[in-house]
């Protein structure tokens, strides 16, 4: 069902935030699992943000024999690329969308909203992100990739054009190969979006240098956006 507002942790840097952060986990996790990152982000001179770490419903998936635990979409087999789960993905978005609506209605525009994900959030960031009808404050992507891709040209919105996109992978990843990760970036790139590429020497991880990067972006773009 749509109609149920995901359960999120929230985590707020200052109080009376002018900026979040929606941040999707990866397959099998929960909402917990990119909390303690907030604590290693050097976030000095940006403004309050909230935090947002939605948990994604449960489901059985398929290429795990069909054991329940929580996922944004189902996994139908081995080459992600071929068989894509379009229903849960479109399920999904809809209900990370209304995580954005809520974040509307409680004061912070959508130009001030950042969607970040890992792996399967990845995916989902970008499946929402470049779809959204509104600007969004800029797409965090990590070690994931561009979902449904030969609808995106057709179904992306041109809100998001020029939304900061951080992108970046591990390059011995061995759940989503880095080979997948760059033909999202070339997509991307093709379609004209600003794309801030970045590789690691690491696996389906995330590691010190990355969170170092993620600091900086995020001052970055959190302070073009207020100052705008």
Not at 84 to 110: C, M, W
């Amino acid at each position: 069902m749509t109609s149920t507002l995901l359960d999120t942790i929230e985590i707020e840097s200052a109080p009376n935030p002018t900026v979040a952060v929606i941040w999707m986990h990866g397959l099998g996790a929960d909402g917990n699992d990119f909390v303690p990152i907030v604590q290693e982000l050097d976030l000095n001179g940006c403004p309050g943000i909230r935090f947002v770490f939605p948990h994604a419903a449960t489901m059985p998936v398929t290429l795990n024999g069909g054991y329940v635990m929580r996922a944004w979409y189902d996994i139908l087999g081995t080459d992600i690329a071929k068989r894509e789960d379009e229903a849960g993905l479109r399920l999904s978005q809809t209900r990370i969308e209304r995580l954005i609506e809520r974040e509307k209605t409680r004061g912070i525009p959508a130009d001030h909203i950042i969607l970040a994900g890992f792996s399967q959030g990845c995916a989902m960031a970008l499946q929402v992100g470049l779809r959204y009808p509104e600007k969004l404050a800029g797409l965090l992507c990590l070690s994931g990739y561009v979902p449904l891709r030969e609808m995106m040209p057709i179904e992306r919105h041109s809100a998001n054009q020029h939304t900061p996109i951080y992108l970046a992978h591990g390059r011995a990843d061995p759940i989503i190969s880095i080979q997948r990760a760059e033909q999202s970036r070339d997509l991307l790139l093709e379609s004209g979006y600003q794309v801030e590429w970045h590789e690691y020497l690491m696996q389906h991880s995330v590691c010190e240098e990355e969170i170092n990067d993620i600091g900086n972006w995020l001052r970055k773009v959190l302070n073009n956006t207020t100052a705008s």
